[in-house]
């Protein structure tokens, strides 16, 4: 069986680059930047106060507290004309320019107005200080994002600030989902006694919209050969990537590897040494990539997030393709008696300072209720049968920290 780590070297060998499009910037949250982004200007673009108070020469506030003369005020937006001079202070705002002659600023919290022309200053400041000089963060010209990041709303800001009204950004992969199962109800179903709601449907098109898909949802294929033939082949047409879940594993009706077969789709793999998942299906037929997920609602979201949500973000040009990983302690033994690579969920929290992963109990990889509280996946390689509370363990970070962080 293939390992997790070279399955996911296929995925990302078969996932082409989109070409990219500009879109406004308001649209380009949860994008990937197609486009080093320079600094048009310094940053501050002028010598800029970093508080309210007094602009001033350094040296006259040297024997602090000392009367200055008050030659003006300059506030943010201000090109000011006047000048500092010489036992001389202008009263200046938060983001205004430095005038001419100044050398520092005193914040108006250590002043004192004496009368209607002077002001006191009640304590010294250093040359620059409260002064965030021109160029001081950025210079015109220099990269401040560079293609391949996704865009959250701190690179909004940076976009922003550099006057990128229009972004280049990676076309959206466009992904169908199909799921299987005479047994699988639409939500808005009443399910039979022996029925189940479609989850795996929802859940999936969630995760790709999220690795920033736009997604089509194909509805529930029965589990016979010509109506999966049909639904795969509708679900390929006109489509970057199409997931299906269900019908991959090794029961009589488990008919998608063979209908794939059907419609000339290159397999490039039907298993990976993973837990929970193993059936896990990939291949490609023309330009269309196509990932058969395992049933099972915990194996399918597993396994899109280990490999199809990689393929949907290395389709876009992100560098980063996999969840963050960090080292945690253990809180409890676990165990993975798989002989595959386990994605243990578990909750992380601080526990004496450190980062500690407390086991979620599950019934397994139906468990979906169980995944949902989980904010980690512990990963144990398939030689590490058991770690013992205490023992480090790499954890892939999946996100949901929203609540319940605390160790119970
Ligand atoms: P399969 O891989 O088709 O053998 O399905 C494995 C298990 O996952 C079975 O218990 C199915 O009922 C369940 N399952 C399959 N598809 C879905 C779905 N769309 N939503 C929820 N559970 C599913
Ligand atoms: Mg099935």
Request: proline content about 7%; some cysteine.
């Amino acid at each position: 069986m293939l390992s997790v780590e070279d399955a996911l070297a296929v995925v990302l060998r078969e996932a082409k680059p989109l070409p990219s499009e500009e879109v406004a910037l308001d649209e380009a949250l949860g994008r990937v930047l197609a486009e080093d982004v320079a600094a048009d200007r310094d940053l501050p673009p002028f010598d800029r106060s970093a508080m309210d108070g007094y602009a001033l020469r350094a040296a006259d506030v040297a024997q602090a507290p000392c009367a200055l003369e008050l030659v003006g005020e300059v506030r943010a937006g201000d090109a000011p004309t006047l000048t500092v001079g010489p036992g001389q202070a202008a009263k200046i705002m938060t983001g205004a320019p430095l005038p001419s002659g100044a050398t520092a600023v005193q914040q108006v919290e250590k002043t004192r107005p004496l009368d209607e022309f002077r002001v006191t200053i009640e304590a010294a400041v250093e040359e620059r200080q409260n002064v965030a000089p021109r160029g001081s963060e950025v210079r015109a010209g220099d990269t401040v994002l560079e293609r391949g990041r996704l865009i959250d709303p701190s690179a909004v800001a940076v976009l922003a600030t550099t006057g990128k009204a229009r972004v280049r950004v990676a076309r959206r992969p466009v992904a169908a989902v199909l799921v299987t199962g005479d047994e699988i109800v639409d939500v808005a179903e009443l399910p039979g006694p022996s029925q189940i709601r479609n989850s795996n449907g929802p859940a999936v098109a969630a995760q790709a919209r999220l690795a920033g898909a736009n997604v089509r949802v194909l509805g529930i294929a029965p589990d016979r050969r010509d109506a999966t033939v049909a639904a795969l082949r509708e679900g390929l047409a006109g489509v970057d990537v199409l997931i299906v879940s269900g019908g991959v594993s090794a029961g009589d009706y488990d008919l998608v590897e063979p209908a794939l077969v059907e419609l000339g789709t290159t397999l490039f793999f039907t298993k990976v040494a993973i837990k929970p998942g193993a059936p896990l299906v990939f291949g490609r037929r023309g330009e269309t990539l196509v990932f058969g997920l395992p049933g099972n609602p915990v194996s399918a979201q597993v396994t899109f997030d280990v490999f199809v949500r990689a393929a949907l973000l290395r389709m876009q040009g992100a560098r980063v393709v996999s969840r963050p990983v960090l080292e945690v302690e253990l809180l409890e033994r676990l165990r993975n008696k798989s002989g595959r690579t386990a994605h243990l969920p578990v909750r992380l929290c601080l526990a004496d300072g450190k980062l500690g992963a407390q086991p979620v109990p599950s019934m397994g990889s139906a468990d979906l209720v169980a995944h949902s509280r989980a904010n980690a996946l512990v990963v144990l390689e398939a030689e590490r049968t058991l770690a013992e509370a205490g023992e480090r363990a790499p954890a892939l970070l999946l996100g949901n920290f929203l609540e319940r962080d605390g160790c119970e």
